[in-house]
């Protein structure tokens, strides 16, 4: 079975530090791969999609950058830290089974910036 | 431009009173319509997708149904572990595979024993 893995599950970052939260996907191949936000009461916002190695598609003009190195990796960065970066950071993938074209999600990454 | 309202916001029900939530949406050719379970501080649980208007689909105490502008989430005798946020989004045909869904709000369920 297909299972998504994301790390780390929580983190306290300073102003201006970088940042690197990575998600992993088993069980599948050729996945397309979500970052998505969720901020208290504002609903979950895409920030970046990939449907392929190196390939990144962007949604929000922001701090943050996003990178696909292998075909299950998808790698969320920033190099310099907003408070406005803290929340709560979802990976998810695309999954083709019985479900139709699912979106199923990772455990989430608590960021908070301080 | 897609969009998705939930209401309510919030519900507040005792153990065993049934109830409904809304997610009313705005899309160009449906693709796909999906129900989704979040406990606070976890990533979303999916529950359902409906695919056209006239589909029902149940699981536990939970009846989801599809028109071709809304869909409920039906509640049957909820008990407290029901509690969470519940959400909606919906998908449509893209071209370049991106699939990307727009996401409601959310309702977030609380139910007091």
């Known amino acids: 079975s297909q299972t998504i893995h994301q790390w780390p599950a929580t983190l306290v970052q300073p102003v201006g530090s970088p940042l690197s939260l990575e998600c992993t996907v088993e069980?599948?191949?050729?996945?397309?791969l979500y970052w998505y936000r969720q901020a208290a009461g504002r609903g979950l916002q895409l920030l970046f999609y990939?449907?392929?190695?190196?390939?990144i598609s962007s949604e929000v003009p922001q701090n943050l950058s996003a990178s696909r190195p292998q075909d299950r990796q998808f790698i969320l960065s920033s190099k310099k830290l907003l408070l406005s970066d803290s929340g709560f950071y979802l990976c998810?993938?695309?999954?083709?089974?019985?479900?139709?074209?699912?979106?199923?999600f990772g455990e989430g990454s608590w960021l908070t910036v301080v | 431009e897609d969009q998705v309202t939930q209401s309510p916001e919030a519900l507040r029900l005792q153990e065993g009173e049934s109830s409904s939530l809304n997610c009313s949406y705005t899309?160009?050719?449906?693709?796909?319509l999906f129900w989704y379970r979040q406990d606070p501080g976890k990533g979303p649980e999916f529950l359902f997708t409906?695919?056209?208007a006239g589909e029902e689909k149940e699981k536990e105490r939970l009846k989801a149904t599809l028109t071709k502008k809304e869909s409920f989430l039906h509640i049957t005798a909820p008990k407290p572990e029901d509690s969470a946020t519940y959400l909606c989004?919906?998908?449509?045909?893209?071209?370049?595979?991106?699939?990307?869904?727009?996401f409601g709000r959310g309702t977030s369920l609380i139910v007091h024993p």
């Open positions: 998810a993938w695309i999954g083709r089974g019985r479900s139709g074209n699912t979106i199923y």
């Open positions: 069980g599948t191949s050729n996945p397309n």
């Open positions: 990939s449907v392929g190695i190196g390939q």
């Open positions: 899309v160009s050719g449906l693709r796909g």
């Open positions: 409906l695919y056209s």
């Open positions: 989004a919906v998908q449509r045909g893209r071209t370049g595979g991106s699939y990307i869904p727009t």
